[in-house]
């Protein structure tokens, strides 16, 4: 009996993880982190990885669509964390089309991804060295919204100058 | 008794002192009495010397090897952290060897930097031409966002009443809830 309800809640806890599949998460190299892959993305071409962040923008072309991301630590769900933590940014190139009123800034992405080399782009006023990912498997995060109330009582204690 | 009460004041003030954001080593460095103020009218006089200012960005600049922070400056309270936002003795520049993502380092967040003097740069600002003090960053902290949305003690709901937390009022002015 006991054995059985330990059954039905692995089944309800498996269940109801979002993010990464963990089949997808063996593909990941255990001894492969960001901090290494963005000092020298082409030594690790064609390893896995495993990513995450917050978008930045999404660009379409023919055929393909490159999604620009700001890395951040994962916590144990491999969720992005809410920080300011980063050790760069990275590319994810789409087959095909994802579309940019999906993939928008500021929502949070994960990806399971194979190292396909570096790409060297302007930013602001100067060139950086993108690592730039094939997604294997990905997991888009819902903005969170849900489960506070919905009234905020705003305390300007932050200041934001425009 | 009274040598406890001692004891543990000085504790608080080891406490408040080690919470310092920026390493003992770079804390040593700094010549606290150059405010900004002290120094604003002729960096050129203090060149070398290393400062604690913090205050509010105001523009984030990428070359290729070096970030460039437009900063408003605040006054700096006992965590080393800028206060009254509003009130400003005027703005600085930091010259940071390496790059600082701007999406991170961004309009409105607040910084604490230890810093060489390094000079004046005048750039026009609105109209005006401006003297910013130089600095060299030695080390930079970046604060966290306060942002009421992450804590949940904030949240506003008629049953806590206008104060927002049971525990009353102040606390929710304090910047680190965590530390409940």
Redesign the interface.
């Known amino acids: 009996m006991r054995l059985f309800i330990l059954i039905i809640l692995a089944v309800f806890l498996a269940a109801c993880t979002q993010g990464i599949p963990q089949e997808s998460l063996k593909m990941a190299d255990p001894n492969l982190t960001f901090q290494m892959l963005i000092k020298n993305p082409e030594q690790y071409r064609g390893k896995n990885i495993l990513a995450g962040g917050q978008i930045?923008g999404t660009s379409t072309r023919e055929g393909e669509t490159w999604i620009e991301v700001?890395q951040k630590p994962l916590d144990w769900e491999t969720k992005p964390k809410?920080t300011?933590e980063?050790f760069?940014?990275f590319l994810i190139r789409f087959e095909g089309f994802a579309d940019p009123a999906i993939y928008t800034p500021g929502k949070l992405i994960t990806v399971l991804g194979e190292v396909l080399g570096k790409k060297v782009q302007p930013?602001?006023?100067?060139?950086?060295a993108y690592p730039v990912l094939t997604p294997r498997d990905h997991y888009l995060w819902r903005p969170e919204t849900g489960g506070?109330?919905i009234?905020?009582?705003?305390?300007g204690?932050?200041?934001?100058?425009h | 008794m009274k040598e406890t009460r001692i004891h543990l004041f000085l504790l608080a003030v080891a406490f408040i002192l080690s919470c310092a954001p920026l390493s003992k080593e770079v804390m040593q460095q700094v010549d606290e009495t150059l405010t900004y103020q002290a120094v604003q009218k002729n960096p050129q006089g203090f060149l070398g010397k290393t400062v604690l200012w913090g205050g509010?960005i105001?523009k984030t600049?990428?070359?290729?090897d070096v970030t460039i922070l437009e900063v408003?400056q605040s006054e700096l309270d006992v965590e080393k952290r800028p206060k009254n936002?509003?009130s400003s003795a005027g703005r600085f520049i930091v010259h940071h060897a390496g790059?600082l993502?701007?999406?991170?380092y961004k309009?409105?967040r607040e910084i604490t930097v230890a810093g060489e003097i390094a000079g004046k740069q005048a750039l026009p600002l609105e109209g005006i031409q401006y003297t910013y003090p130089v600095i060299l960053a030695k080390e930079i902290h970046?604060w966290?966002?306060?942002?009421?949305?992450?804590y949940?003690y904030?949240?506003?709901?008629p049953f806590w009443g206008p104060y927002?937390y049971p525990y009353g009022y102040p606390y929710?002015?304090h910047?680190y809830p965590y530390w409940w």
């Open positions: 930045l700001l809410d300011d980063s760069g940014r930013l602001r006023n100067m060139d950086y506070g109330p009234f905020h009582f705003g305390i204690v932050g200041t934001v100058i | 509010v105001v600049t990428n070359r290729q408003r936002l509003d790059f993502d701007p999406v991170i309009e409105g970046l966290e966002r306060i942002d009421p949305l992450r949940p904030w949240d506003y709901s927002g929710w002015r910047r």
